[in-house]
């Protein structure tokens, strides 16, 4: 599975982008895709996932901003960022592992996003 992933850029805090993460190799229907963030000095953090299922999960910290969705004709997952905060600037990457493999084995490269006060 090669993962890219887009969608990263410099937003006023408030501010909305969405992320894009076009798989090939596999249907995202058969996959579970994950978005990670991390920023210098942190830790890299699941900010969210969407199961073969289409079940989601969402950090605490991004709950009732982000929407993790697919689109199964194309192949690609999404992360839609509402009220974007300063807090939520990272690199942004999206990942993607399939069923009843416990780590995510397919990373794409990461996307910036900069949220300005």
């Known amino acids: 599975v090669q993962l890219q992933a887009s969608g990263g850029g410099l937003v006023q805090a408030g501010g909305s982008l969405r992320l894009s993460c076009a798989a090939s190799?596999?249907?995202?229907?058969?996959?579970?895709i994950g978005w990670y963030r991390q920023d210098p000095g942190n830790q890299r953090e699941l900010v969210a996932t969407?199961?073969?299922?289409?079940?989601?999960f969402y950090a605490d910290s991004v709950k009732g901003r982000f929407t993790i969705s697919r689109d199964i004709p194309n192949n690609t997952g999404y992360l839609q960022m509402n009220s974007l905060k300063p807090e939520d600037t990272a690199v942004y990457l999206c990942?993607?592992?399939?069923?009843?493999?416990?780590?995510?084995?397919?990373w794409g490269q990461g996307t910036q996003v900069t949220v300005s006060s």
């Open positions: 990942a993607a592992r399939r069923k009843n493999i416990p780590g995510y084995e397919f």
């Open positions: 190799g596999m249907p995202v229907s058969a996959i579970t």
């Open positions: 969407i199961n073969s299922g289409g079940n989601t």
